[in-house]
């Protein structure tokens, strides 16, 4: 079992930058790959980014690619998502996820989850 704290949402105007980061409880985080989703109202959570156990493959989803950089710290059990030129469409919960295996942008294959930060850039 791993339980995700994510925390560091918050309101920020459009260009602005903001960084999240998710607590791990389990000690062996560093054996998992970990995910940024995000939700907003009447849509379907979205793949935001995702990084290997190791950090050495990432992958972006295009929205985000060039303006967001997802990190870890293993022996911190972090996982970090800075988030450069907000933009207002960037608004939504963020969520914190973690799955044992590859880096993959799908939902389901992920199996835990955080409870979420909100995120709101205003125009």
């Known amino acids: 079992q791993v339980q995700l704290v994510e925390s560091g949402g918050g309101l920020v105007q459009a260009g602005g930058s903001l960084r999240l980061s998710c607590a791990a409880s389990?000690?062996?985080?560093?054996?998992?790959?970990l995910g940024w989703f995000r939700q907003a109202p009447g849509r379907e959570r979205e793949f935001v980014a995702a990084?290997?156990?190791?950090?050495?493959?990432?992958l972006y989803s295009d929205s985000v690619k060039g303006r967001f950089i997802i990190s870890r710290d293993n022996a911190k059990n972090r996982v970090y998502l800075q988030m450069n030129s907000l933009k207002p469409e960037d608004t939504a919960r963020y969520y914190c996820?973690?799955?044992?295996?590859?880096?993959?942008?799908?939902?389901?294959?992920?199996?835990?989850w955080g409870q979420g930060t909100q995120v709101t850039v205003s125009s």
């Open positions: 990084i290997s156990s190791g950090g050495g493959s990432i």
């Open positions: 389990r000690r062996t985080f560093g054996g998992y790959t």
């Open positions: 996820t973690a799955r044992t295996g590859s880096v993959v942008n799908a939902a389901r294959s992920y199996v835990y």
